[in-house]
């Protein structure tokens, strides 16, 4: 499912695309930022998500893990 959302980083319309179990299992276990194929970082928006979600979620290990490994992956995004 394909949908439009307006970025609050950006302001402008960018594409919102659901990661379907299929698209999940395909991705490879490097591209996840924690043990068990948790927080998907294959791309931008998910790493984005994933520093969102354990910042909601995580343990303080698990926070520092994800931030260490998307900044590591993706060093635009800000700390």
Do not use: C
Not at 13 to 23: P, Q, V
Not at 40 to 54: G, Q
């Amino acid at each position: 499912m394909t949908g439009k959302i307006i970025s609050p980083i950006f302001g402008s319309m960018i594409a919102e695309k659901k990661l379907t179990t299929k698209g999940r299992k395909s991705i490879s276990a490097k591209n996840f930022a924690l043990p068990g194929r948790r927080y998907p970082i294959h791309d931008i928006a998910h790493a984005r998500n994933a520093l969102s979600r354990v910042a909601q979620h995580g343990t303080s290990s698990e926070k520092a893990t994800v931030r260490r490994k998307v900044h590591a992956k993706y060093p635009s995004i800000g700390d």
